[in-house]
Nanobody, 119 residues
Framework: QVQLVESGGGLVQAGGSLRLSCAASGSFFRIDTMGWYRQAPGKQRELVAVITSGGSTNYVDSVKGRFTISRDNAKNTVDLQMNSLKPEDTAVYYC?????????????WGQGTQVTVSS
């Protein structure tokens, strides 16, 4: 089994910063893409940012220039640095990982961490 444990959410004023971290543990061969998704009340879960094992990144347009995703392949961690936060960034943020186990690819999710941005 694979576990993703997130940390770093909280309450911040608009314009502030937060850093989310996610650590993967368990039994697996390798982790390919890691990423962060978010889900606001009444909305569908959306991709925020992803990063491949090679370091290529992709961001949703609404966070470009404000958020930065990074990972440490040796530690199996992925971080999301969020700057210039806006109230519309308020959501539950989920860590995601595509993991190779037994010759197959599986997706795993963290439990979610709340990010609340006050105006």
């Amino acid at each position: 089994q694979v576990q993703l444990v997130e940390s770093g959410g909280g309450l911040v004023q608009a314009g502030g910063s937060l850093r989310l971290s996610c650590a993967a543990s368990g039994s697996f061969f390798r982790i390919d893409t890691m990423g962060w998704y978010r889900q606001a009340p009444g909305k569908q879960r959306e991709l925020v940012a992803v990063i491949t094992s090679g370091g290529s990144t992709n961001y949703v347009d609404s966070v470009k220039g404000r958020f930065t995703i990074s990972r440490d392949n040796a530690k199996n961690t992925v971080d999301l640095q969020m700057n210039s936060l806006k109230p519309e960034d308020t959501a539950v943020y989920y860590c995601n990982a595509e993991v190779s186990r037994f010759g197959k690819m599986f997706q795993y999710w963290g439990q979610g961490t709340q990010v609340t941005v006050s105006s």
